[in-house]
């Protein structure tokens, strides 16, 4: 099976790497862009339990995380 896997840090807590983006777009006259949120995507392709793998590759106290199946 293959999978996407999407992260993101979990709202409340701070995204540094955003906020620099956000800043940086602000300072070339994206004047409109007012927030920047930055994660990571997996594709993985196993047929090993999905669920079991992600727990050892994201950090559940900081990131909400989504899997999708592909076909």
Do not use: H, Q, W
Not at 31 to 45: E, L, M, Q
Not at 50 to 56: R, Y
């Amino acid at each position: 099976m293959k999978y996407k896997i999407t992260t993101m840090l979990r709202s409340g807590i701070k995204d540094n790497a955003g906020t620099a983006v956000t800043n940086t777009l602000n300072r070339i006259n994206f004047d409109t862009v007012t927030a920047v949120r930055i994660g990571k995507v997996f594709y993985i392709d196993t047929t090993d339990d999905i669920n079991d793998m992600i727990k050892s590759i994201i950090n559940p106290v900081m990131e909400d995380y989504t899997i999708e199946e592909l076909t």
